[in-house]
């Protein structure tokens, strides 16, 4: 879909009341996507591959351990690869909306099983279907509650979702809250969504804009901070957080989409920011509290 009927649609959606503009951006959802749950899967699969082996060569072992991810998504797909994988005790998922629906997780338990190897029971009074040691909090938001006591931190590709304010306050309470050595991972995917469903548009085309330009495009659906690299660096070592590991990837030369984004014109904002901090994506950071 052309990204200025995406945003006509999200605009239109944010007029009805609570709860049934929700219910028309699943369906919407729903309709236009067309990948199936073993497609989704394999995405996350890849996630957890990038994190296996670089926390194989930093010696991290997570059996036994109690994670908090935040940003669940649609269906507890990290969690299972935490728990069935790497062996850990307990998983609490944490969502500020609340998408998990038990046929989808039935459908999952049965095809991770089978694709990993392992045997997926779901616990009789669980009303989403998750096993024990995968517990579900939907409409929760971990900037302004209480945090669980664990020993990792994780989330994937939820930072760029997130206000700018609420970043650095959600990383100011990790460092305060949590014991010292406690891990924070982040996958960080910090490019303009609208580009997602339309190519005509740069990975960084939303830089072109004022902020307060840039707050009159976007809706609840498809919002997305603008933070880039150094901004994110920034805030993790004001709290004082240990970098141990950090991987990313920028955009190259001579490659159609370096040459889209070199037809952006920069708002002032990011000038001061070179082409590989600009462009600078799929961030992989492993921070120690």
Same mark, same amino acid.
């Given at each position: ?138 409409? =929760?938001? $971990? %900037?302004?509650? &209480? ?8 989330? +994937? #590709?939820? !930072? ?80 004082? =957080?240990? $970098? %141990?590991?950090? &991987? ?8 159609? +989409? #370096?040459? !889209? ?29």
């Amino acid at each position: 879909m052309n990204h200025k009927l995406k945003t006509i649609l999200f605009k239109s959606l944010t007029l009805l009341p609570n709860k049934v503009d929700d219910y028309c951006y699943h369906k919407i959802q729903s309709f236009f996507d067309k990948s199936t749950l073993e497609d989704r899967l394999k995405s996350v699969e890849s996630t957890y591959s990038r994190l296996s082996k670089v926390l194989t060569g930093l010696d991290i072992d997570l059996k036994d351990k109690v994670v908090f991810e935040f940003g669940s998504g649609w269906f507890p797909s990290m969690p299972y690869f935490f728990k069935y994988k790497f062996g850990a005790k307990k998983v609490l998922t944490f969502d500020i909306n609340e998408h998990f629906k038990k046929e989808t997780v039935l459908k999952l338990n049965t095809l991770f099983s089978k694709r990993y190897d392992c045997e997926i029971v779901p616990s009789p009074d669980n009303k989403y279907s998750l096993p024990e040691g995968v517990e579900y909090f939907p409409n =929760y938001n $971990i %900037v302004k509650k &209480d945090f669980p006591d664990v020993d990792v931190v994780f989330s +994937r #590709y939820v !930072l760029s979702h997130m206000n700018e304010n609420d970043v650095d306050a959600l990383h100011k309470k990790i460092k305060t809250v949590l014991k010292k050595g406690t891990y924070v991972i982040h996958f960080i995917s910090p490019s303009d969504l609208r580009q997602h469903n339309d190519s005509s548009l740069s990975l960084q085309d939303f830089l072109k804009y004022s902020k307060k330009e840039w707050d009159k495009i976007h809706t609840k659906y498809d919002y997305h901070n603008r933070l880039r690299l150094p901004q994110f660096l920034e805030i993790f070592k004001k709290y004082d =957080y240990e $970098i %141990v590991h950090l &991987d990313y990837e920028s955009l190259k030369e001579d490659t159609k +989409r #370096y040459e !889209l984004f070199k037809k952006v014109q920069l708002h002032e904002d990011y000038k001061k920011y070179s082409d590989e901090e600009l462009t600078a994506g799929n961030i992989f950071v492993v921070l120690k509290v």
